[in-house]
């Protein structure tokens, strides 16, 4: 997320560390480059002029200058500053108990009725019983579109085909949910390729006879400041009470998220992060601003744990570690369990200190190499899942192998990265923090989780196997970044 716009800054932050002492004339050179950053990433330039001012006025001040660590300063105060650009949000819906009205609206192909189904499974995770509205009349399949989201869900849609009158589907809408005990109506309005009288006469009216209760903005966060003249423009028509932004999992370069609030006055309030119906998240403008920064987003990891891991599997394993216990069953499951947060590389970057790591693991398929894992490890039956080592010769490698397409190399490369995880795993179980730490960073140097290492190619659908020299240097990588880390954490 907003790679480029990172590594601007970052870039900006090395060349003020790399002085030996900081001066106002070299402080103005960094500060451009934060600049310089800041543009290429698409923000408004207004909002870049006022942003540099507030950031420059602290940065050149005698207190930084004279500081044992000037650069740290001017990471913490562009931190500060990034947060009041994007912030403050309230993330709530402000939901009443009986019936709450929400209408989405935007411009085509930025996500909004898809965004629409995100919002009723978060909602209905929360104990509501949301109702859609397929009032969209403009785009033929969006009513096809959301009734296959709602039965994907178990949410009930309210459609009309062949209806003519968004305004008066919404009304019917309204009834249907009193009706129905539903408690939140999502509107999903109608889209055009672009801005014009008759789309914005037409939510007008929509927002006059039906009155929703908040009204969002979907946003496509890949088309930079055009998204943002969309919110002023939908803003002035509609008055709206948040932004979602969708696609930032993409190639945006930030400048849409960065300038949204400080141009409309609309809050960011929600971002799309995938394809997924649970890849929707509360916007955090502190969050975000750390994430940009390189120091990660513990909090949002944290969040997706608890919300996707399957809390009794890992319970059960706990419990089998403490006897000892760790089969390639059992890794299959940890693998399994891993994958339900998401690609490896958005992992890596929202651990603080792992940004690098995660740019080192776009180059690997990692997600690619974990089926394959898994692939290995379905061919094979419960005893040699139990005892690989003891019980898998030859010639039953050369059957797993060809269960799971894969060469014979292969499966032996998996049993001899098992055989010492499975030893430091069942080791793990009375350690403390610190020692699993230590236990982990040997898996990591070991090469026990690199797949490109062992098993991977050097990127997804070329064929070709990383040298013997690529991999110690991506390996060199990833141990320095280990080392980064605990340097970071010991500070802490």
Known sequence: MFESLQEGLSSAFRSLTGKATLTESNMRDGLDLVRQALLEADVAYPVVDDFMKRVAEQALGETVLKSLRPSHQVVAIVNEALIDLMGPVDHSLH????????????LQGSGKTTTCGKLARMLRERGRKPLLVAADLQRPAAIHQLQVLGEQLGVPVHAEPGATDPVQVCQNGVKAAKESGADVLILDTAGRLHIDDELMQQLTRIDRRVSPDQVYLVVDGMTGQDAVNSAKAFNEALELDGV?????????????????????????????????????????????AGRILGQGDILTLVEHAQQRLDHDEMARQQERLKKGE??????????????????????AGLIPGMGEMSKALDGVDAEGEMKRFRGIIDSMTADERRNPSKVIDQSRRRR???????????????????????????????????????????????????????????????????????????????????RKAKREQRKK
């Open 400 to 482: 797993i192998a060809a269960g799971a397409g894969v060469e014979p190399s292969e499966v032996n490369a998996l049993i001899k990265s098992f055989e010492p995880m499975a030893a430091i795993m069942k080791g793990m179980t009375n350690m403390s923090t610190r020692d699993r730490m230590k236990a982990m960073q040997q898996m990591q140097q070991g090469g026990m989780f690199d797949p490109g290492a062992r098993l991977g190619k050097a990127k997804a659908g070329t064929g070709k196997r990383l040298t013997s020299e690529e991999r110690s240097k991506l390996k060199k990588q990833r141990e320095k970044e280990l």
């Open 244 to 288: 979602i932004m969708t696609k930032l999992d993409g190639d945006a370069r930030g400048g849409a998220a960065l300038s949204v609030k400080a141009v409309t006055g609309v809050p960011l309030k929600f971002m799309g992060t995938g394809e997924h119906l649970d890849a929707l998240e509360e916007f955090h403008p502190e969050r975000m």
């Open 95 to 106: 939901l009443k108990p009986d019936l709450s009205i929400l209408m989405l609206c935007g």
């Open 326 to 347: 760790f089969t390639l069953d059992d890794f299959r499951k940890l693998l399994q369990q891993t994958s339900r947060l998401g690609p490896i590389g958005k992992l």
